[in-house]
C-alpha cells in the first residue's frame, strides 16, 4: 500500500504550491503529477491516484488554487503563467526527490485535462494525458489557448480520451483536435469512447456493465501511455 502525506513546493514568486503526495513501496520508477479541478479529491480520483501510486510512480497533486481570490484565473480554473509555475514548481519537487526529468508525466480530467494538454504544449517532459479537456475550440479563459491552435505544439508524447456524448467536446471538435495533434512532431493518440462513460476519475468497474468495460479500457490506456514514454 503506498503511503499519502503533504508537502509544500516553492514557487518561483516566492509563494509555495501546497501537494498531496502518494509514494510507491520502494523505489519509484517515475513521478506524474496529477491536476484537477477541485480542492478535494472524490473516492474514484483518490483510488486512481492510489492505483498508479501502487503501479510505481510517485504521484503528486498540486492545489492549484492556493493562490488569493482576485487573481487572473476564475476559482476553478487554472492556466497561463500560474499554471506553468505550479507544474515547474511539481516539477521541481520530482527532480530533488531522484526522479529523472524524462520520467515525469501529467495527467488531467476536465478542465484540468486542457490544462495537463496545454503543459505538453509548453513543457518538454515524458507523457502526458488528458480525459474529456474541454477548451476545443474556444479558450476556457483568456490565459487559456484553445487547443485546436495548441496541438501541432506538443512537445510532449500526448494521450486524449473523449466520450461521443459530451456536449463540451462535440465530436467535429474531436476529429479536428484528432488531425491537428498528427501535425505535431511527438507521438499523439486521440480515442473517442462511445457515451459518456469513460472516465476512470469516476464511481466503480462492473464487469458486466458495457459502460464499465469502457472506464477499464481508458484506464488502461492511461497505464500504457505512462508506461510506454516514461523510461
Do not use: K
Not at 89 to 116: K, N, P, Q, Y
Not at 205 to 215: K, R, S
Amino acid at each position: 500500500m503506498s503511503g499519502i502525506y503533504r508537502e509544500l513546493a516553492p514557487v518561483h514568486d516566492t509563494t509555495t504550491v501546497p501537494l498531496t503526495v502518494l509514494e510507491p513501496e520502494g523505489h519509484a520508477r517515475g513521478g506524474i503529477v496529477v491536476l484537477h479541478e477541485s480542492r478535494e479529491f472524490n473516492d474514484p480520483l483518490l483510488e486512481l491516484m492510489r492505483a498508479l501510486a501502487d503501479d510505481g510512480w510517485t504521484v503528486l497533486a498540486p492545489d492549484l488554487f492556493h493562490r488569493p481570490a482576485g487573481g487572473t484565473n476564475t476559482p476553478d480554473r487554472v492556466f497561463g503563467d500560474e499554471l506553468f509555475a505550479d507544474f515547474d514548481a511539481c516539477f521541481e519537487w520530482l527532480t530533488h526527490h531522484g526522479v529523472f526529468r524524462d520520467c515525469i508525466g501529467v495527467l488531467g480530467f476536465d478542465s484540468a485535462g486542457t490544462a495537463a494538454a496545454l503543459v505538453a504544449t509548453n513543457r518538454r517532459i515524458g507523457a502526458a494525458v488528458s480525459v474529456a479537456a474541454p477548451g476545443i475550440e474556444t479558450p476556457l479563459t483568456p490565459q487559456a489557448v484553445p487547443l485546436l491552435a495548441a496541438a501541432p505544439a506538443f512537445q510532449t508524447p500526448w494521450l486524449g480520451l473523449f466520450g461521443e456524448d459530451d456536449p463540451l467536446t462535440p465530436p467535429d471538435q474531436v476529429e479536428r483536435l484528432r488531425e491537428a495533434a498528427a501535425r505535431a512532431d511527438v507521438a499523439t493518440l486521440v480515442v473517442t469512447y462511445p457515451g459518456l462513460h469513460h472516465r476512470p476519475d469516476q464511481p466503480g468497474f462492473d464487469p458486466a456493465d458495457l459502460d464499465d468495460v469502457t472506464v477499464l479500457d481508458a484506464q488502461t490506456r492511461i497505464y500504457e501511455w505512462f508506461d510506454s514514454y516514461l523510461r
